[in-house]
């Protein structure tokens, strides 16, 4: 089955409200397995909200409507899916009353205008909406589904959930294709460097793979077709892959799914009854942000020192005024002693330090914008690695908390 | 001049990735005053990009893509347009050696398939991508204008920015009718609220104003129309309808168009001689990290303590085991100790301490989630304040830093 999504509202094509509809969605209907092979938006505008119509009507199976539903002579979507489809528009006298009970809620009577809320192709089914005036409508004809819903996201996802998904679950069955979805995480490879190494797995019969670069790790998404019933089998298809993959990129990949990185340091602190403190400068906080950004990280995270100025690097951390002379702040010895301070104050079992050169400014032919030493401590001593990141200062900033954690994760 | 905007990535139609690159593209062009007809999304299969970008050239007059650029072999937007405009496929040997240098930087080879992201359909004038190894395209041909962007938002943006703006700018001309925009920000007032007091402004003749409720602030947004050489009249009307804005909002309207809550307290700082520490326990780093957000910020922000644990907020800041235990970490109390305390560690003009209730657990009818006390230390005093936020963790992790940052603002 193959979707499209059409979403119609002139706020969406004046810039002004994202379109998070369309993307919730794309979302649901994904993990049924219909593939949605198209988003349209278009304004409400009648001519060109129709030639989308029939357009999706003609490529798409399932098309998923939202907007146009309001009460006001511009709000045209059920009128022109009528029209496409050669159907007539008729009065649904229950919808009208709930209308009417809706105002009457709210002490006030029904605009006239209102009145056209009621109407719909005939032969729709009927989708309740609790929330607001504007029913939605589900139409099968020629083999063709069309699912009209309204505009405001919070009108549009219960009714989805509530009626949409149980009648396209139904209409799905157990012998149609749905996705079996895997998303490897990695880190400290970039595209190219993963690809040659994967090249050969890309083009598997049954299995497509995908390469997704986000801002500090890159995403291998595996999906594998196959119906309800024969599922086991492109699982054990998924399993075998990603062993592969495993096996050639090795502790490159730190998580799969729904794992992050910071819910894997988080999970493995917790299972080993770890304690982590940290001292941050170039990152400013960031990294004792993200290891807070999960509840219950008060059990493993203690807290640390943002010794963004040098006098805080030696007055709350005890790093010493010879090595921040001799080498600089951003140096090795400097990011040890942070490490080892901050351990010392807090008692933790870990440490992590960071400083770094997060730019624009600040720069040097021996020390460039993207150089960080991150420094580790534990009961077996300190140490500290460095990199040299690139991109703006927030890249670099969110570069070297993911190189930090993922240290951690290797540590432990 | 009527645009359409085509965006690929299989990620899009998966539900995976938002499509923020579309919205940040509408607005853009929206206010160049072009219309904006379509939105379109396609996955990275060539025979639906291919009609997709056929149907687009010959219905819309400039067509702005993005995606599709990666090295990888599914990455076919520029091959795809050359085949729709019919122009050939042409090496530019400076975009080559970029994307070598690129590789040279980071010390490794240029993979053989990143050289495909050096070629171009001929004609093409080149935007350059310093951020990445894609670099995009601005080609004209038969009156149509196609611009071709890299997905990834921090590549796209710079570049339409830096590049493609100046251009349609330009294309555009001083007779076309713009949209003279204008975002005025608010922060302690909700929508209603602010619709309430501003009820008869927002239907003025020649000006649009329009609320977007943001995660932790508001945007009233004023848009008038008119030509670049009246552009003069539209801002003196902006101008008088800011002027009464701020009369009835007073001091909540904290910021205007491109200025940040952040932005706007690291200036005032900045322009006083000003530093400041912080003490953080909810927000876990993220003030810090905030007030680090934009280059220069060594120059106000001292660094601070993350007291996650209350032995760090007796260790670390000299809160006292007394107050811990009479009326518990988060309180008045205790926000005041943080705030003072950091203060004397750092030698700091002012500090700010937050402490509360993140959620999801951890609140009780006493202290329920969202629960947050935001301290203030000065050399005239020490006080807290008491705020009840609502929502998801990082909501009110996110809220109380603005309020910090806020009560800063106003302190100042």
Known sequence: M???????GTELLLGETLNTSTHYLTGKLSSLGIEVDYHTTVGDNPERLEQVLRQAIERSDLIVTTGGLGPTIDDLTKELVAKVL??????????????????????????????????????????????????????????????????????????????????????????????????????????????????????LPNLTMALLAKRAEMHIRLVARSTEIMSGEANKALDQVEEEIRRRLGNKVFGRDQETMVSIVGRTLNNKNLTISTAESCTGGLLGAALTQEPGSSKFYLGGVVSYSNSLKQGLLGVSEKNLKAFGAVSEEVA?????????????????????????????????????????????????????????RESVRQLTVQAALNGVRLIC
């Not at 193959?2 to 119609?8: D, L, Q």
């Not at 995480?185 to 460097?193: C, D, L, R």
């Not at 870990?350 to 020390?367: H, M, N, V």
């Open 336 to 392: 040890k002693e942070m490490a080892f301070g901050i351990r010392s104050k807090t008692g933790s079992d870990l440490a992590i330090s960071t400083t770094g050169i997060a730019g624009p400014d600040g720069g040097s032919d021996e020390k460039p914008v993207g150089l960080v030493y991150i420094g580790f401590a534990t009961a077996k001593g300190v140490h500290a690695e460095k990199f040299q990141f690139y991109g703006e």
């Open 86 to 203: 050669d159907l007539k528009m008729e009065i649904d006298s229950a919808s009208l009353e709930q209308i009417k009970q809706f105002f009457g809620r709210r002490k006030a009577p029904m605009p006239s205008s209102n009145e056209k809320q009621a109407f719909f192709p005939t032969g729709s089914k009927i989708l309740p909406n609790p929330i607001g005036t504007a029913p939605g409508a589900l139409i099968t004809k020629d083999n063709k589904t069309i699912v009209i819903l309204p505009g405001p996201p919070f009108e549009m996802q219960p009714m989805f959930d509530n009626y949409v998904w149980p009648e396209l679950e139904q209409v799905i069955g157990l012998h149609a294709e749905r996705m079996n979805e895997r998303v490897l995480k990695v880190f400290g490879m970039g595209e190219s460097a993963i690809e040659k190494v994967l090249y050969d797995l890309m083009n």
């Open 2 to 8: 193959k979707a499209e999504v059409v979403s119609t």
